[in-house]
Every structure is written in structure tokens, then in C-alpha cells.
Nanobody, 121 residues
């Protein structure tokens, strides 16, 4: 059974940084696409970026490019989302997701439960 568990969220002041983690169990992240999304209540879920763990190739949404960095640690079966220069509009529930093989847009099969990020001004 595939499980993804996010952690690392919290309440931070604007300008700070956070590193979110997504640990996979029942599944190896090797040669898979790992994505990060965020969602604010009442709004559609937004894809922020993904990484193909076979090559380390990343893709970021324009809205977060330059401030968000996705990385991987295959030995720990974990992917990370580092968010720099946090802004109040980054406040959201952040989710990780995965699909086997290459990344194809924002198509994912398995999802975590999310970790909340709240940024105060």
C-alpha cells in the first residue's frame, strides 16, 4: 500500500523559509515522478512543481519559480520542497503526490494527506 506522509509545515513570518518533506512507504520513489501541490480552501488545487527521480529533472510553475526548490533523497525514499522568501499568499495546505515513471503534466495516482503552511505578514 502506497503511503505518502508530508511534514515540515508550520506558521512562519513572511520572508522566512521552510523545508517540507514527503516520505514514501510501500513504494520506492526511484524512477518515479514526485509532485508538490498546494490548496487554499475554496480554491482549486495548484501544482507547484515536480521532479522525475530517475534523472533529478524538475519543473516549476511560473508562480513559484525562483523561490521553490524540489529535491530528492532516494536513500531515504523522500522528496523535499524548500520554500524561500515565504509570502502570505503561500499560505495553503501542501500535498505531495506520485506516479510511476515519467512526469506527464500534473497527472498523479497517489497522494499524501498534506501539511499546512501559514505565513503571517
Amino acid at each position: 500500500q502506497v503511503q505518502l506522509v508530508e511534514s515540515g509545515g508550520g506558521s512562519v513570518q513572511a520572508g522566512g523559509s521552510l523545508r517540507l518533506s514527503c516520505v514514501a512507504s510501500g513504494y520506492t520513489i526511484n524512477n518515479s515522478c514526485m509532485g508538490w501541490f498546494r490548496q487554499v480552501p475554496g480554491k482549486e488545487r495548484e501544482g507547484v512543481g515536480h521532479i522525475y527521480t530517475g534523472s533529478g529533472s524538475t519543473y516549476y510553475a511560473d508562480s513559484v519559480k525562483g523561490r521553490f526548490t524540489i529535491s530528492q533523497d532516494n536513500a531515504k525514499n523522500t522528496v523535499y520542497l524548500e520554500i524561500d522568501t515565504l509570502q502570505p499568499e503561500d499560505t495553503a495546505m501542501y500535498y505531495c503526490a506520485t506516479r510511476r515513471g515519467y512526469c506527464y503534466g500534473w497527472n498523479f495516482n497517489f497522494w499524501g494527506q498534506g501539511t499546512q503552511v501559514t505565513v503571517s505578514s
